[in-house]
């Protein structure tokens, strides 16, 4: 017997995991953009940057 | 277990955890959590250092991440009493939809990922008050003040009032004069805000034993401590006004807001419970929207002299 998507609850599962997938390749664009300006600025440990030669 | 037992679990409130995905994002407490974006992001934009667009944007992220994280972990610990109060029962722990192992574990995760994520993105200071608030609003105000001592509110606060501090520390990698006034800001106005919400939602908290002031020492004293309290609260959002994140824009804003808050304050210090009964507590639902009002308005007047002042027209 063929499995039919029948239920309510399967749309929620969907919704769910529709969403966690949006959330998961948000973070990844985010931490892309975050490397790419961090390395930009040779600067990986802390906002704000050092001052290059500073006191 | 078919798909229908589980359905069926979930909607008698014994919490399988097959929830929506909103039902998650409900436990973050967004309307909560869009005050300490605004707050932080004022905080982040005030500070006299630029930050790049990208890292403020993410760490504005990670700090709602966090207080949102404060959000599930306080729902887990007070689902027994969300599920008295009217205002709170249909939370999604309350209804059925989520389990608090769940939310106990989900919370948990994102207070620990909110950190590392922000001390990563900003810096170490910025995650050592991000995670300081996180265990103040959880194991402080949420697992100890909260059902111990009337003063809940007051001491509780603090944790809604860092988030500014954290935006400032975000760009200054510090803490300043200004952005423990800010914090201050917030500190003062919690008590007023929450305590004519109290007024109006008095069984509530009266039948799940929370010890709210209203509960305690009564509604008179409520009603005083109201007053009181805005009148500290004018002194310190007056006074910043002359310091370096206010200016004219900012005083202008404040005089008004805080002589509106003043005779709101002051209104329901006249009034006795049978006014209110009679008016259905129109003076203290007047004063609650107001606070409201008055937070955001003081908050978007500093935003709008640092805004200025990029312009070389903001502050004295």
Redesign the interface.
Known sequence: MAIKVE????K??L??N???GLVLVGFVA?VF??T??KVE?GDFS???PRAEGGE | MT??S??NQATTGTGTG????GD?FALLKPRVMSLVVFTALVGLLAAP?D??P??G???I?FIALGGGASGALNMWWDADIDRIMKRTRNRPIPAGRVSEGEALSFGAFLAAFSIVMLG?????VAAAILAFTIFFYVVIYTMWLKRWTPQNIVIGGAAGAFPPMIGWA????GISVESVLMFTLIFMWTPPHFWALALFMKSDYHEARVPMLTVTHGRRATRLHILVYTILLVSVAIGTGFTAIGGPVYLTVALLLNALFLKGAFDIWRRNEAQAEGDGYRAEKKLFALSLVYLFGHFGAILAESTLGQFGMGGW
Do not use: K
């Open positions: 239920h309510e609850l399967h929620r599962r919704g769910r529709i969403g966690l985010l953009g975050l790419v300006v600025r802390a906002n704000p | 798909d229908t589980i359905n097959d929830a929506e995905f998650y250092v930050v790049h990208v890292i944007f993410a760490s992220l990563l993105a900003a810096n170490l975000v760009a200054t990698g």
